[in-house]
């Protein structure tokens, strides 16, 4: 058979691998090295990136909570001004439906 030609794991006289291995070796070692520095990195940005992603999603929820919270404040002021407004202009009929609901919560609590 002919001999192969190109790079073979040839050993030397001492038993060691030849100098073509030692430095495809060295040459690997390096590229990990720089693989991981660069995974690294990467994932840095990643986390970076994800991390003001969500201050902004928190940001944006805390201001939508805070426009909520306050269009119930004031649908509940709008409330309380129709309450008495219909209080002021008929006593009776409110005292009346008020004497009402007490007497059904009455009954709804002796069961």
């Known amino acids: 058979m002919p001999a192969a030609t190109g790079k073979s794991s040839k050993t030397g006289n001492d038993g060691g691998a030849s100098p ?4 495809d070796i060295r040459q690997l070692r ?20 994800a991390r003001r ?3 902004e999603g928190v940001e944006q929820l805390k201001v939508q909570s805070e426009a909520a919270m306050e269009g119930l404040r004031s649908n509940a002021k709008d409330l309380e001004e ?8 008929k006593p009776v009929t409110s005292l009346a439906i008020a004497a009402g609901i ?5 009954m709804m609590s002796r069961r």
């Open 102 to 106: 007490g007497f059904l919560f009455a």
């Open 53 to 55: 992603a969500a201050k």
């Open 20 to 23: 073509d291995l030692d430095a």
């Open 30 to 49: 390096a590229d990990i090295a720089r693989l991981t520095e660069q995974l690294n990195v990467t994932g840095e940005h990643s986390y970076r990136t």
């Open 82 to 89: 129709q309450i008495l407004t219909a209080v002021r202009e």
